[in-house]
């Protein structure tokens, strides 16, 4: 059964940082790309950043550029995702999602963690 | 950046009415186009890949349609756990990068 668990959510000040973490297991990680995904509260879905399967490639939305960066460690079935100066725009559940591997989808989603910016 | 915008913002029907979806894109996205159920408190479930291919599981009752810039996604007949948020996303070929459009909440007339 294919898991994807997210950890590391809390509550940070602005220009505070922190660092998510997404447990895989089920599924052979090293062979897809990942996604991290976030909602902020009452909104709707946005596309944060992914990562390739062997880590040469990333890619960012607009917002977080600069600011974030996304990793993965294979060997231990992980996606990161590193937060730095963080924003009370930056509040939300940031969702880890497996990308489909033939098809344009996420497939498999995490369960979500809620990070907070606010003094 | 492709932007996806999705009508209606609120859909109002009664269990058993067909329900239809709209999405469209400000530039052609071929065929890369997906559709997403969220329910409150919950992940979103991959409904609908490659703009009319049912994702693993999800009854026959959804179909999705369309290709380039205009799509549809359609609920042949409502049944009571159908009411929930409704999202279409994107992908570009190169970089590879995603976009979804602002939803539409289908709730109970």
């Known amino acids: 059964e294919v898991q994807l668990v997210e950890s590391g959510g809390g509550l940070v000040q602005p220009g505070g940082s922190l660092r998510l973490s997404c447990a895989a297991s089920?599924?052979?990680?090293?062979?897809?790309?990942m996604s991290w995904v976030r909602q902020a509260p009452g909104k709707g879905l946005e596309w944060v950043a992914n990562i390739k399967q062997d880590g040469s490639e990333k890619y960012y939305v607009d917002s977080v550029k600069g600011r974030f960066t996304i990793s993965r460690d294979n060997a231990k079935n992980s996606l990161y995702l590193q937060m730095n100066s963080l924003r009370a725009e930056d509040t939300a559940v940031y969702y880890c999602a497996r990308e489909w591997a033939t098809a344009a989808g996420f497939d498999y989603w995490g369960q979500g963690t809620l990070v907070t910016v606010s003094s | 950046e492709i932007v996806l915008t999705q009508s209606p913002a609120t859909l109002s029907l009664s269990p058993g009415e067909r329900a239809t979806l709209s999405c469209r894109a400000s530039?052609?996205?071929?065929?890369?186009l997906a559709w997403y159920q969220q329910k409150p408190g919950q992940a979103p479930r991959l409904l609908i890949y490659d703009a009319s291919n049912r994702a693993t599981g999800i009854p026959a009752r959804f179909s999705g349609s369309g290709s380039g810039t205009d799509f549809t996604l359609t609920i042949s007949s409502l049944e009571p756990e159908d009411f929930a948020v409704y999202y279409c996303q994107q992908r570009s070929n190169w970089p590879r990068m995603y976009t979804f459009g602002q939803g539409t909440k289908l709730e109970i007339k």
């Open positions: 530039q052609s996205v071929s065929s890369y």
């Open positions: 089920g599924f052979t990680f090293s062979s897809y790309w």
